[in-house]
């Protein structure tokens, strides 16, 4: 058997109540129900982590891929002033 840490942890004691269940239920031991929820729950957390790195590579790869076009072709016919207006006026709202 492994040597193990001994950690002391406060719960609720709803938390207390569904532990006590649950052991009963499995015959588990409290300290394994803990020690199998907490390494569930840092492989979730990997796993977490590891969609969102590549998530943001992804956006980085589309920034500097749409970056790397240069700007767009032709010349914009509006203001943001003028674009501000117009959404204040779709809205029943006036800027000033």
């Known amino acids: 058997m ?13 938390q207390d109540e569904l532990l006590k269940q649950w052991t009963a239920k ?4 409290e300290a394994d129900i ?3 929820a907490l390494d569930q729950w840092l492989e979730d957390e990997e796993a977490r982590h590891r969609r969102a790195l590549v998530a943001w590579k992804e956006a980085r790869a589309f920034i500097e ?8 072709p032709g010349k914009r016919t509006w203001t943001r002033d003028e674009l501000y207006e117009e ?8 800027s000033g």
């Open 65 to 72: 891929a749409r970056a790397a076009q240069g700007p767009v």
């Open 87 to 94: 959404r204040m006026n779709r809205y029943g709202r006036h």
């Open 2 to 14: 492994e040597t193990l840490v001994c950690k002391q942890v406060y719960i609720e004691p709803r």
């Open 26 to 29: 499995t015959g588990m031991s």
């Open 34 to 36: 803990i020690r199998q």
